[in-house]
């Protein structure tokens, strides 16, 4: 059964402080695997797509890894706009549905 | 503006009592799917349907129905609402199955007393 973590369940940052968060998936056989950002009352929104080990992908602050067994989101000096829940999500590869992990709650302060 | 449309956004009903919660898409999408969001368990999927009339079961679809009768709309219906449906629900869509970006909609909050 595909499963998806992340860790930690939330973080609290000082503006400027960088870090990173984890997602770590078991599935037999991975399509891609997706990081979301969702802010409080709205619906998730993509960010990245990762699709072999070893890419990376950019967005602003933002840098997405993926190993063979977990992707990691980095954020380079972050904003309080920053602020927001960041979810992960895989699908394998001959399925039809995302299998989503529970999310890492993050909070720049300022 | 291309987007996921679902009203209600707040619902409180008592068990037992059917309603429905609509979601539209503008974006000629022919996938669109369910999620219930609750704490801790990240987003599960309860029905998704690849194009009208063709729908199908998530990991979640006890006590859930839809119908995909018009491409841009799948509407999401309990019939007996239970306190254990209680949760934040999305609509989202995406092009084709295929597709790796899904468009959410914003989320309805429902309260089953």
């Known amino acids: 059964e595909d499963q998806v973590t992340q860790s930690p369940e939330a973080l609290r940052l000082q503006e400027g402080e960088s870090s990173s968060l984890n997602c770590s998936y078991t599935?037999?056989?991975?399509?891609?695997l997706f990081w979301y950002r969702q802010d409080p009352g709205k619906g998730p929104e993509f960010l990245f797509t990762?699709?072999?080990a070893g890419e990376e992908k950019e967005k602003e602050r933002l840098k997405a890894t993926l190993t063979k067994k977990e992707s990691f989101l980095h954020i380079t000096a972050p904003k309080p706009e920053d602020s927001a829940t960041y979810l992960c999500?895989?699908?394998?590869?001959?399925?039809?549905?995302?299998?989503f992990g529970p999310g890492t709650r993050l909070s720049v302060l300022p | 503006e291309a987007q996921v449309t679902q009203n209600p956004r707040y619902l409180i009903t008592v068990t037992g009592k059917k309603l429905t919660v609509t979601c539209s898409q503008n974006?000629?999408?022919?996938?669109m799917s369910w999620y219930r969001q609750d704490p801790g368990l990240g987003l599960r999927q309860i029905y998704y349907?690849?194009?009208?009339?063709?729908?199908d079961k998530g990991d979640v679809p006890e006590g859930y129905k839809v119908s995909r009768k018009e491409k841009r709309n799948f509407p999401l219906i309990l019939e007996s609402p239970s306190p254990n449906q209680t949760s934040l629900y999305f609509c989202?869509?995406?092009?084709?199955?295929?597709?790796?970006?899904?468009?959410f909609g914003s989320g309805t909050q429902l309260s089953v007393l």
């Open positions: 989202a869509s995406s092009l084709n199955r295929g597709s790796e970006k899904l468009f």
């Open positions: 599935v037999s056989g991975l399509r891609g």
């Open positions: 990762l699709y072999s």
């Open positions: 999500a895989v699908k394998e590869n001959y399925g039809q549905n995302f299998v």
């Open positions: 974006m000629n999408h022919e996938y």
């Open positions: 349907s690849m194009n009208v009339e063709v729908t």
